[in-house]
């Protein structure tokens, strides 16, 4: 095998390399040594830090709390890996050689850089924090919380934008492959690499136009909301869910005439025309007004519509995500007060 050579240039590589190099030849200053089957750490980068910052072997010893030998030992090692003395006796002193003068300040700079990536500082500066997130929320989660969670981040964190993108017709792995940072919808993925809180659950409720004649002439029976037309949300068209399936159990068959991909969507033809449209109630109860609709309870017994929040695995420890994550279980945990 032929040896590699490495300059002066390339010796915080062989410093900072971590496996075994064999027949590594160094040519350094005046000197030419052999150096095989060597392993190279971090340890001996510190050991060589601390000796040109205290010029002894007891003074770099006492620092990285080790025993004079053991630091003796390093120092030879060190010798032999630049084929440079490093520290020459002055009488009852340790003079540092050209050369580790002149890499002085180039061996403590690798020592910190190698200290920030191996064991990173996890303080976040929120006034300083420049990051985009992008968010993948059910629409109505949007408008509804939305707003609150911008805020709370403009006013923590000015240099943080938010995108909100709209959900897929499809399953799609943007969490997996870092497209998207955090999503919350009825969704409950059950891959191992993917985070799931719950955040919360709310009832479903039935939104018509205000006059509608089921909003008059006593309470909604599950007869008279199958005997309507309804609409149904589903970003990826579908005509029948779970709500059908429980009317068949009663025995029941409701008429779906169109299907729109947002909740926002299907408000706006419930509120012109007789349609009905079933929905979270935390979503809508606070806006029917606003919007000319009336609230009417669900007469079927569904369970309530559950909101996860969700997320890689690979954000369990980045100090921005957690923070924003506590942001969005907040804005969306707190009911918007009714206008």
């Not at 707003?147 to 399953?171: H, I, K, N, Q, Y």
Request: hydrophobic share 40%.
């Amino acid at each position: 095998m032929r040896p590699v050579r490495l300059d002066c240039a390339s010796l915080s590589g062989a410093l900072l390399s971590t496996v075994q190099s064999p027949m590594i030849d160094f040519k350094c200053m005046s000197g030419t040594p052999r150096v095989t089957h060597m392993q190279l750490d971090l340890n001996l980068l510190a050991a060589f830090d601390a000796l040109l910052e205290e010029g002894s072997v007891a003074g770099a010893a006492a620092r990285l709390h080790v025993t004079a030998p053991a630091m003796s030992r390093s120092l030879g090692r060190i010798r032999r890996t630049t084929g440079d003395q490093i520290l020459v006796r002055t009488g009852r002193t340790m003079t540092p050689t050209p050369y580790a003068i002149a890499v002085r300040a180039r061996v403590h700079e690798l020592l910190q850089q190698a200290h920030e990536v191996l064991a990173p500082s996890r303080e976040l500066d929120l006034a300083t924090l420049e990051r985009t997130f992008t968010l993948r929320w059910h629409d109505s989660l949007v408008a509804a919380h939305g707003p609150a969670l911008l805020r709370a981040v403009r006013t923590r964190a000015p240099g943080v934008r938010l995108r909100f993108v709209a959900e897929s017709s499809t399953d799609t792995p943007e969490l997996r492959r870092g497209e998207i940072d955090l999503e919350a919808n009825a969704n409950h993925p059950r891959t191992p690499d993917i985070r799931t809180e719950k955040i919360g659950e709310t009832p479903l409720v039935v939104a018509v136009r205000q006059g509608h004649p089921l909003s008059r002439g006593g309470p909604l029976t599950a007869e008279r909301f199958a005997a309507a037309e309804h609409i149904t949300v589903s970003r990826r068209g579908n005509l029948t869910n779970t709500l059908d399936d429980t009317l068949t159990r009663l025995g029941l068959t409701r008429h779906v005439v169109a299907t729109a991909p947002t909740e926002a969507a299907a408000l706006e033809f419930a509120r012109g025309s007789d349609l009905l449209v079933t929905v979270p109630e935390a979503t809508t109860r606070h806006t029917a007004a606003d919007h000319g609709l009336a609230v009417l309870p669900l007469p079927l017994p569904l369970p309530p519509a559950t909101v996860y929040l969700s997320w890689h695995q690979r954000y369990d420890t980045d100090p921005a995500h957690t923070w924003l994550r506590t942001q969005a279980r907040t804005a969306l945990t707190t009911h918007r007060p009714p206008p």
